[in-house]
């Protein structure tokens, strides 16, 4: 679900750029995650802002891979994020996502 949000969010723009900045600001540390994957792509000098943060935050967050779950500290799911160009990567999820169901309507 917050995948998709997150790949809509990069579709609109400057709006989505201040979408992230609030999530950024107000978000759980999850959300600020997310938000750091959008502004990498919508605007590096606020993702700095975010990255800086998050580098320095201990709590852990909960994650699920497949069927395996475990907890890792936010910063290192901050250098993840980065590393693995996440937003790079939600974006190319909703481009192929909405280039299949456009040539099945047809």
């Known amino acids: 679900m917050i995948a998709v949000v997150l790949t809509a969010l990069l579709s609109i723009g400057g709006r989505g750029t201040a979408r992230f900045q609030s999530l950024a600001e107000e978000a759980s540390a999850a959300g600020r995650l997310y938000a ?3 502004l990498l792509l919508l605007d590096p000098k606020a993702a700095e802002r975010v990255r800086a943060a998050l ?3 201990a709590r852990r967050i ?17 250098a993840l994020v980065e590393q693995h160009e996440m937003g790079t990567w939600f974006r190319r999820a909703r481009d192929e996502t909405s280039d ?6 047809r």
């Open 36 to 38: 750091l994957a959008g």
């Open 55 to 57: 580098s320095r935050d």
């Open 62 to 78: 909960l994650v699920i891979e497949s069927d395996t779950s475990y907890e890792k500290p936010t910063s290192e799911l901050a």
């Open 100 to 105: 299949y169901y456009r040539t099945r309507a």
